[in-house]
């Protein structure tokens, strides 16, 4: 069967340092990842799409990994502050021309200052 | 206007009610999207419009109906609902029809069936 597994379900970190949250899967060929942001009672927040063909992509503090042999990918916050302290969750495209995204159960960020 | 919007914030309803949520957005996307998300849990998938038509129903219940009135707006009329169908129910939308774009969320609607 299909799994998404985000490892940490929760993570703590001091503030400066860098987060990183890992995401595996199996039984999928994603097309695509993407990694959301969500805050308490909040709708999720689209941060990067990486696509199969890419390895890495970056945006402002954040980079992600995408390694389709190893079926992970990995999300990288650096210089972490505590306004960074939220839900990140990973989510993959189900089959070629879906619809339907389905989103790993989140991994909860903790930034100490 | 990046934004999507969702109405009401809360609703508290009774197992024989009937109410609506509501969803709008006006970025001119041509899909839209309906989430379950119950707490410390991943948002599951209920209902997907593509071009206004609906494209995919996750094995709802009937009493969760769907309707996109036009490219904009779309619902979720609720009747006859349970106690575990409490969550907070998020819509989202993406550019393209296909799938393949980030979603944009909105807030969501907390519901709470008693």
Known sequence: ?????????????????????????????????????QDPGRGPVFLLLIRENEKEKRKERLKVTFDTTLKQSLFHITASQPADSATYLCALQSGAGSYQLTFGKGTKLSVIP | DTEVTQTPKHLVMGMTNKKSLK?????????????????KKPPELMFVYSYEKLSINES?????????????????HLHALQPEDSALYLCASSQGPWGLDEQFFGPGTRLTVL
């Open chain 1, 1 to 37: 069967s299909q799994k998404i597994e985000q490892n940490s379900e929760a993570l703590n970190i001091q503030e400066g340092k860098t987060a990183t949250l890992t995401c595996n899967y199996t039984n999928y060929s994603p097309a695509y990842l993407q990694w959301y942001r």
């Open chain 2, 23 to 39: 969803c709008e957005q006006h970025m001119g996307h041509r899909a839209m999207y309906w989430y379950k998300q119950k707490a």
């Open chain 2, 60 to 76: 709802v219940p009937s009493r969760f109906s769907p309707e996109c009135p036009n490219s904009s707006l779309l619902n979720l």
